[in-house]
């Protein structure tokens, strides 16, 4: 309760706009208070991220203040900051950003005095000065940035990427968006605690992160973005290496089901109008275990069909589509007491491409 009640203290006292959503942790291991100058909410300690802490992006008084000695962590639920975050650390640092339930934090390897926001709309809201001619950025959201340091930057990305071969971090430069060098790690980092690491979990076109390959000034970018190449043909020389597929996306249902779902529906809009002409797609269903291998077998064919049926009443055309199923065979889980969340991953439509 402690941790609420500061809170509650810091909007008296100073008028801040702060919210949490979800509930904080009620362990109190952490001192916060406002440095009385206006400029910020300063973390002196050890901060539970635990819930959604909503402030007010338009005034400097409610940007948290990570000091030297803090750091934040998160225990069992995913908790971030609605808001701008600043870090006094004189290290990399984990910036626990978000916005509108998306959470996307950033890493800096040089984070001291640099202050991040992120936006979860188009970046193609912003104005620019002349037209964009290699990347396609991103619909997902928007990082806005203030340092003078020069340093590595990590974003993390989690859904609608056609292609994380041809990922790049996009930065907003002199009025336009620019590709940054960059390259998507094989393995995420950790973005539940402040301390940069990576996890033993690879980078997916469904999750994970991408860094630059060097260390850049970050003065010369207002926001950054993550984009892909927009030139179709140079996509399909992208894929057209070898005849070998490649998952580009998966799509689930739910139990004993076979009909889209409102996000499933959302997700394919997207993929259609990544999808180059003259592409080869291939739509493999799966299944749980439950019924029998020749029901599930059919079922999964049943699921592919579907994803077929709706490119086709959806403009996809001069699109070779390949359907099969392997019912219960394939599981992404194999356990006899997986919970309803993990086995929704065994009910799926493996969506691949020529690469």
């Known amino acids: ?66 000091d030297k000695q803090s750091s934040w962590k998160q225990n069992m639920f995913a908790g971030y900051i609605d808001g701008k975050v600043t870090s006094n650390i004189e290290t990399n640092f984990v910036f626990p950003v978000g916005n509108n339930e998306k959470y996307c934090p950033l890493v800096l390897t ?18 620019t000065s002349g037209s964009q001619e290699f990347e396609v950025i991103s619909k997902n959201g928007y990082w806005s940035i203030a340092s003078n340091n020069t340093s590595k930057i990590s ?17 907003f430069k002199n009025g336009n968006w620019v590709r940054v060098s960059s390259v998507v790690d094989s393995l ?33 970018y207002s926001a950054l973005a993550v984009g892909t190449l927009s030139d179709t043909s140079i996509i399909s020389n992208v894929i057209g290496k070898a005849v070998v597929f490649s998952n580009i996306k998966s ?11 409102e996000y499933s529906t959302n997700l394919l809009n997207h993929l259609i109008l990544n999808i180059p002409k003259n592409a080869k797609l291939k739509l493999v269903g799966h299944t749980d275990f439950y ?31 390949e359907i099969q199923s392997e019912g219960e065979d394939s599981p992404k889980v194999d356990c006899e007491n997986c919970s309803s969340k993990e086995m929704v991953l065994n009910r799926r439509v493996d969506i691949y491409m020529v690469k």
């Open 251 to 261: 799509i689930h249902f739910p139990f004993n089901d076979k009909d889209l779902t």
């Open 291 to 321: 019924g029998s291998s020749d029901y599930n077998y059919s079922f999964g064919m049943e699921r592919a069909n579907t994803i077929k049926t709706f490119f086709e009443l959806n403009g996809i055309t001069n699109v070779e589509i």
């Open 155 to 171: 974003l993390y990305f989690s859904d609608n990427i056609l292609n994380k071969d041809g990922l790049t971090i996009l930065g």
């Open 110 to 127: 040089n984070s001291k005095n640099s202050t991040v926001c992120y936006f979860n709309e188009p970046p193609m809201n912003f104005p």
């Open 1 to 66: 309760m402690r941790k609420i009640f500061y809170l509650i203290l810091l909007s008296l006292f100073t008028g801040n706009v702060i919210q949490a959503q979800n509930g904080f942790s009620a362990e109190s291991n952490f001192f916060i208070h406002n440095n009385n100058t206006g400029n910020g909410i300063v973390i002196h300690d050890t901060y539970e991220l635990n819930s959604v802490v909503k402030t007010n992006r338009a005034e400097n008084s409610s940007t948290f203040i990570f």
């Open 188 to 220: 995420t980092f950790n973005t539940r605690k402040s301390e940069f690491s990576f996890l033993e979990e690879s980078s997916t076109i469904d999750k994970g992160s991408i860094t630059t390959v060097e260390e850049i000034d970050l003065s010369n």
